[in-house]
């Protein structure tokens, strides 16, 4: 019942943040960000190898976008975008089984 009821405060807090268009309460939650990942990445363990949440993230915004327009989506980057969204949140078991599965 506890994470329903956080579910619901962050959508709530999200619907506020799109319907008020403040630039600068924009900016403050962008700006947040690499911190926030930064610590939930302390919290997480590693997935591939010795890549964190961090590393992870990093590839995914800076680099992942230029590679995905010349080599376009290849199982290597599926698989750390697998990786990626398995270290930001909840387990799922059968994402890595599909992620195993080339």
């Known amino acids: 019942m506890r994470a329903r009821a ?13 319907i008020s268009g403040s630039q600068p309460e924009w900016q403050h939650h962008l700006d947040s960000y690499g911190r926030a990942i ?7 363990r590693t997935l591939i190898g010795n890549a964190d949440l961090l590393t992870l993230d990093d ?7 230029t590679d995905a327009r010349t080599a376009g989506l290849t ?3 599926l698989g750390r975008i697998a990786a990626w969204k398995l270290s930001r949140g909840k387990f799922r078991p059968l ?7 080339d």
């Open 75 to 77: 199982s290597e980057s």
């Open 38 to 44: 930064a610590e939930l990445s302390a919290s997480k």
């Open 59 to 65: 590839w995914l915004r800076n680099h992942w976008p």
């Open 6 to 18: 956080t579910a619901s405060v962050g959508a709530a807090m999200s619907a506020a943040l799109f």
């Open 95 to 101: 994402l890595n089984k599909i992620r195993a599965n």
